[in-house]
């Protein structure tokens, strides 16, 4: 395939209407929505794309039942455990973005661990966005300039960038979302700036590989220009 992203970001929406279509419980569409996480891991791989980016749980899904909550918090558990081998067969490396202090300790040690483990590998970066708010990763940057004494003129953009979540990934190129709703719900604010946004009707646990193949072509299409003038434009000249 040509003129692929090298990072994809994926905001995975509808599980639960995945779920309620079938009259099954929550709990049942965020399984599904599991399987389709492992389906895109293998298929991203196996396009070699270097980075991909999943929004897991946001800042704002807190407010769910707390039933709900433990549920998808003891699923991170589950497939961090379920996906170490092939993570470690495939050369996958995982990563974090989000709020490390509000993780259950299970949770949080679990992916400290396949980090530690999984930090061998070098053919493809797989990071979850847990606990994670854009705003948040903005604030915080903030927070530790302001904490390190910087001056306003030594506060630059790689600099700024350098006190954020993750600092080592690339800006996304594509950004997902399924579900239907054209949002971006406070996912990577600032490094998505300028990255292609790709919204699908289909609800998360549907989403197979001719679906990420349907997104990839129409990235293929895009043209990004990043501000310039279009590569098919006239000349300035009168
Ligand atoms: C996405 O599916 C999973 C998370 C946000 C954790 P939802 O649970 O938001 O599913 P809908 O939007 O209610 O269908
Ligand atoms: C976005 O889905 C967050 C994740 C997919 C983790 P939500 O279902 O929480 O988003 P809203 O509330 O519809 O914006
Ligand atoms: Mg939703």
């Known amino acids: 395939m040509q003129n692929l992203p090298g990072h994809i970001a994926v905001i995975m929406d509808g599980n639960g209407r995945w779920a309620e279509k079938r009259g099954l419980s929550r709990s049942q569409g965020h399984l599904a929505g599991m399987d389709a996480v492992s389906s895109l891991v293998g298929e991203c791989r196996s396009l070699n794309i270097p980075y991909v980016t999943l929004y897991a749980f946001s800042k704002e899904n807190w407010n769910r039942p707390q039933a709900e909550v433990s549920f998808l918090f003891d699923l991170f558990l589950r497939f961090v455990r379920q996906e170490m081998p092939l993570m470690m067969k495939r050369g996958i490396r995982l990563g974090f973005i989000g709020d490390k202090r509000d993780l259950p300790l299970s949770v949080r040690r679990a992916l400290e661990l396949a980090m ?83 919204f699908t009707p289909l609800l998360w646990p549907d989403f197979d590989a001719q679906a990420l193949h349907d997104a990839l072509d129409e990235y293929a299409r895009r043209e990004r220009r990043f501000g310039r003038t279009s590569a098919c434009a006239g000349s300035v000249e009168a």
Do not use: H, W
Not at 117 to 132: E, G
Not at 171 to 184: A, F, H, K, V
């Open 116 to 198: 530690a483990k999984t930090s061998v590998n070098a053919d493809m970066m797989l990071t979850l966005a847990i606990s994670y708010s854009g705003r948040e990763d903005i604030l915080q940057a903030a927070r530790r300039a302001l904490a390190a004494g910087l001056s306003p003129e030594e506060l630059d953009e790689k600099r700024f960038r350098s006190l954020m979540y993750a600092p080592e990934l690339p800006d996304p190129d594509l950004i997902i979302r399924t579900s239907g709703e054209c949002r971006i719900s406070n996912f990577l604010l600032f490094q998505g700036a300028y990255a292609e946004l790709y």
